[in-house]
């Protein structure tokens, strides 16, 4: 009886520990309202901004076969992921090292895997707000909801460009030196890439297109706007794209990740 019941007392004290972090995690998040409310609050008026601009511009070879409004709730779909996941994420890290929290979270039984496992599932939460309330601003100017057969598409885009850019975000904050420079630094990094990679506005350059289609934002965009506009399957290439980008980005988390502050 012990062999068949100990693995079951482990598995769900394994799931009883993940959904406290997780539980953690998000009060965290909501006791920060500020943080929370222009989380949510910017990607909302973003889209809302657009829905007025471009709101009456039809589908158009400018944006590939689409409305403007299909083409942007799709796009800044992406970017309030990546802000989610990375920008984020990157910041917490760096603030929490250097005020100790993290040197304290090291010292207690709570398995390595279980704390970043726990982030992980936060930013994934905080993700799919994000999305549903762009998805649902976007309705009131006329954009359709995606197709019921795209949803497992987005929700695999979701998960696999979450956890690609949560990996990324924990390899920038383990190369951050104080958490004063951690917003100069995650910025840097994500402001251009974000621009030539077409959030903002269609890239109709072929060279710049081959160069940013190996770099993760511009796949995670196309991911979701195929899904959202079903005009493709499957975007395997994008999520190699992603998977690739996010293993190279656990690699340099494991090597390089510090739980205690740097000595100034």
């Known amino acids: 009886m012990s062999t068949v019941t100990e693995p079951r007392a482990s598995r769900g004290g394994d799931l009883a520990l993940l959904w406290h972090q997780i539980r953690y995690e998000q009060l965290s998040f909501w006791r920060n309202p500020q943080s929370a409310f222009f989380t949510f609050l910017f990607p909302v008026v973003v889209i809302a901004i657009f829905g007025a601009l471009f709101g ?4 158009s070879d400018y944006f590939y076969g689409r409305s403007a409004l299909q083409y942007y709730v799709s796009t800044i779909a992406a970017v309030s992921v990546l802000g989610a996941c990375y920008s984020q994420l990157a910041i ?8 100790g929290i993290l040197k304290r979270v090291r010292a207690t039984p709570l398995p390595t895997y279980m704390y970043f496992l726990g982030l992980l599932a936060h930013c994934v939460v905080v993700s799919v707000v994000d999305v549903l309330l762009i998805v649902l601003v976007g309705r009131l100017y006329g954009v359709r ?3 019921v057969g795209q949803w497992p598409v987005i929700a695999a885009a979701l998960v696999l460009g979450a956890a690609s850019f949560c990996a990324l975000g924990v390899a920038v904050a383990s190369l951050i030196r104080n958490a004063e420079a951690a917003p100069s630094v995650v910025q840097l990094v994500l402001f251009p890439l974000v621009f030539i990679s077409g959030t903002y506005m269609p890239i109709h350059s072929e060279v710049l297109t081959t160069v940013t289609g190996a770099l993760p934002v511009q796949p995670f965009n196309e991911a979701l706007l195929g899904a959202f506009t079903a005009h493709s399957g499957v ?3 994008g999520f190699a794209v992603l998977l690739a980008w996010g293993a190279l980005g656990a690699v340099v988390a494991i090597r390089r990740f510090r739980w205690d502050p740097r000595p100034e």
């Open 56 to 59: 009456d511009v039809g589908s």
């Open 92 to 99: 917490v890290l760096s603030t929490r090292r250097q005020n």
């Open 145 to 147: 909801f995606p197709a």
């Open 235 to 237: 975007p395997w290439r």
